[in-house]
C-alpha cells in the first residue's frame, strides 16, 4: 500500500493518509475491546515492580541493563 500510495500522491500524503488510518484502528479498537479482568488497577498495583527490586537483586540488575540496553 506504500509503495503504491507513494507513486501515486507522494511521500507526504502517504504518510497522512497512513495515519488517518492507523488512527481510525485505534479509535475502533478502543471502543470495542474489553477488559478481561474484572476489578480496576488500584494504586498498590502500581508499587508491585518497586517491592519486587527490594525482594530480589536479579530483578536490579535485570533493569539496570535494560537501562543501558535502552540508552546505548
Not at 23 to 34: C, D, G
Not at 51 to 64: F, K, M, P, Q, T
Amino acid at each position: 500500500m506504500f509503495s503504491f500510495l507513494v507513486g501515486k500522491l507522494g511521500f507526504g500524503w502517504t504518510l497522512q493518509i497512513m495515519a488517518f488510518i492507523c488512527l481510525l484502528l485505534l479509535f475502533i479498537a478502543t471502543f470495542t475491546l474489553r477488559s478481561r479482568t474484572t476489578r480496576a488497577v488500584g494504586r498498590p498495583d502500581w508499587f508491585e515492580p518497586v517491592r519486587a527490586a527490594r525482594e530480589n537483586a536479579s530483578y536490579i540488575w535485570l533493569l539496570v541493563g535494560l537501562f543501558f540496553g535502552f540508552w546505548g
